[in-house]
């Protein structure tokens, strides 16, 4: 038998996982499983959304995916995110990669979903499969005097998870320009490097509170998102720079958070050109996606 593409089946997960981590996970110093990080993409209920090319039983190549619903301007977009593109080291040059995205692509078009998209720093490799470079991602730093001085601000502080989600989706529904629907496992999510994510919150009523979703590696602040009313800004990164030395914070270029940003912060910013974004349906054009921006947190 020759080799199979296919989309990934519950009993496959722990073997992609064991692979995957050693790859983006343990060969990269870290400890904390892709599992652990990202809960709703590496679980047997969304295996079918993750492809695979195996040989006799063997899995040469993989990729994980997720779906999602992109919201911008009341229309509705259906699409997969793509992570943790791999094939096994003693396979490649053989164009594994590239056979698996084509067909995990065919099989998303039968499916009807919108759009792909996937973050890499190889750009060209993605560009001759189809792939198109649009993002408004930016990545800001900063090295901060730590301060243990209480600030007096009412800040409330939570882990991620513990957070009201449906409170906060109606803030993000307020406040967001492109908006990626996220479920309450979603708020799960560990983006590496962080250990741990904390949800800052201030103020009450989507019109006027403001929340944080702030990752932290022991050493190093993460400001995932900064999203609500401008009023509760200050509060929120006086809480994200506590304690903390180095700070980086990401953001969609142009938005009510990284304008303030800009304006306020010791923050300096450089664009993060990582989106690739793959049209699959008749009624998706590259066009649209110059707008759009998926969150960092909610990437995989």
């Known amino acids: 038998m020759g080799i199979v593409a296919r989309a990934a089946v519950p009993a496959d997960m722990e073997r992609m996982v064991s692979l995957l981590d050693q790859q983006f996970v343990f060969g990269k110093g870290r400890r904390t499983s892709l599992a652990q990080c990202f809960p709703a993409t590496y679980c047997a209920a969304n295996a079918g959304n993750s492809f695979l090319l195996e040989e006799r039983g063997e899995l040469l190549s993989c990729h ?8 911008r301007e009341a229309a509705r977009w259906q699409g997969l995110m793509i992570g943790a593109v791999y094939t096994r080291p003693e396979r490649r040059a053989e164009g594994l990669a590239s056979r698996l995205l084509e067909e995990s692509a ?94 800052l919150t201030r103020g009450e009523g989507a019109e006027h509170a403001t929340y944080a979703l702030v990752g932290n590696d022991g050493v190093m602040r993460i400001l995932y998102e900064l999203i609500g009313h401008p009023d509760g800004f ?10 903390y030395k180095r700070i980086l914070a990401n953001d969609d270029n ?47």
């Open 254 to 300: 142009g938005s009510v958070s990284h304008r303030w940003l800009a304006q306020n912060t010791g923050l300096v910013w450089r664009e993060k050109p990582l989106a690739m974004w793959l049209p699959l349906s008749t009624k998706m054009e590259i066009a649209h996606v110059t707008d759009w921006y998926v969150p960092y947190f909610d990437r995989i």
């Open 234 to 243: 200050p509060a929120l990164w006086a809480e994200v720079c506590r304690g």
């Open 106 to 199: 065919e099989n998303l078009r039968q499916a009807g979903i919108d759009f792909a998209v996937l973050w890499t720093d190889q750009p060209e490799f993605y560009a001759r499969l189809g792939w198109h470079l649009a993002d408004k991602g930016v990545l800001g730093e900063c090295e901060n005097r730590p301060s243990s001085a209480e600030s007096g601000n009412k800040v409330s502080r939570t882990p991620a998870h513990a957070g009201d989600f449906a409170y906060l989706e109606r803030i993000r529904r307020r406040w967001c320009g492109s908006l990626t629907m996220r479920q309450a496992n979603d708020y799960r999510q560990l983006p590496p490097p962080a250990t741990a994510v904390e949800l």
């Open 64 to 71: 994980a995916g997720k779906r999602f619903d992109l919201v």
